[in-house]
């Protein structure tokens, strides 16, 4: 069985602000994490319990706009599939699908996608042209903007090291080796890798779930909040950590 998670990050060092708002926008249960490095992290339990990809969406909109700040959503489904979406002051900023070449007008709508500008008469119209697979000015909204990206990241973050995690590559053992040496200086120590072009195209090799959390590193978000939902700890799987979240019993 695959890696499943969704989760989203707000920017923001107000857990208070946040959980109040999560009160007025959603009807389930949620945990909130205390601030780290400005991010507070949100795991609902609507999000997890039906893979309601469309909630947790909404969700983040919502606190965007009314907190008039940014909303990372983060989803990994079977390991394959890797997805974010970018909110600011409630606007959609960017998104990203790593299967999107694949998908088809069915799967976008399980990821809780519509097509854009798609009423019953057009999506009839473009099946007949393209078949059921998704068409590619469509396809390519879904392709993630490494400049938009930018400066959300942590001050020093490189646009090169950015644009790299989003092109898979070939690489050797002996390759593959040195670039995961520099990965675990860059991720303990903080120290930036020699070899710039090898870590970049490293990125871009990982599986999914694993791809996700070198991405959560260069926005500043910490991987163990990264890569978990609301099931982890409703079956006791968060660990230390879990003393710095709370149950937020929303009531809309």
């Given at each position: 069985m695959g890696t499943f998670f969704a989760?989203?990050?707000?920017?923001?060092?107000?857990?208070?602000?946040?959980?109040?708002?999560?009160?007025?926008?959603?009807?389930?249960?949620?945990?909130?994490?205390?601030?780290?490095?400005?991010?507070?992290?949100?795991?609902?339990?609507?999000?997890?319990?039906?893979?309601?990809?469309?909630?947790?969406?909404h969700i983040a909109r919502e606190l965007s706009c009314r907190l008039s700040t940014a909303v990372f959503v983060f989803i990994v489904d079977d390991s394959i599939y890797l997805l974010y979406k970018l909110y600011d002051r409630?606007?959609?900023?960017?998104?990203?699908?790593?299967?999107i070449d694949q998908l088809e007008y069915s799967e976008?709508?399980?990821?809780?996608?519509?097509?854009?500008?798609?009423?019953?008469?057009?999506?009839?119209?473009?099946?007949?042209?393209?078949?059921?697979?998704?068409?590619?000015a469509e396809r390519n909204r879904f392709r993630g903007q490494p400049d938009v990206l930018l400066p959300y990241c942590v001050p020093g973050t490189k646009l090169q090291t950015v644009a790299g995690w989003f092109h898979p590559v070939e690489m050797s053992e002996e390759e593959r080796n040195r670039a995961e040496a520099a990965w675990e200086r860059y991720a303990i120590y903080a120290e930036e890798p020699g070899d710039q072009d090898l870590f970049t195209r490293w990125m871009a090799c990982l599986f999914e779930a694993d791809r996700f959390l070198v991405m959560a590193r260069l926005l500043g978000i910490k991987k163990d909040r990264a890569r978990i939902d609301f099931l982890y700890f409703e079956e006791g799987l968060v660990g230390d950590d879990a003393d710095n979240f709370r149950l937020v019993e929303t009531g809309k």
């Open positions: 989760n989203c990050h707000v920017r923001s060092d107000s857990p208070d602000a946040v959980a109040k708002v999560l009160e007025c926008v959603t009807s389930t249960r949620a945990y909130v994490s205390a601030a780290e490095n400005s991010w507070v992290s949100v795991y609902t339990e609507s999000s997890w319990s039906a893979h309601n990809y469309r909630e947790i969406n409630g606007e959609l900023l960017d998104k990203y699908n790593s299967q976008l709508d399980y990821f809780g996608e519509d097509v854009e500008g798609g009423g019953i008469l057009k999506r009839l119209v473009e099946r007949l042209r393209y078949g059921s697979k998704v068409p590619e």
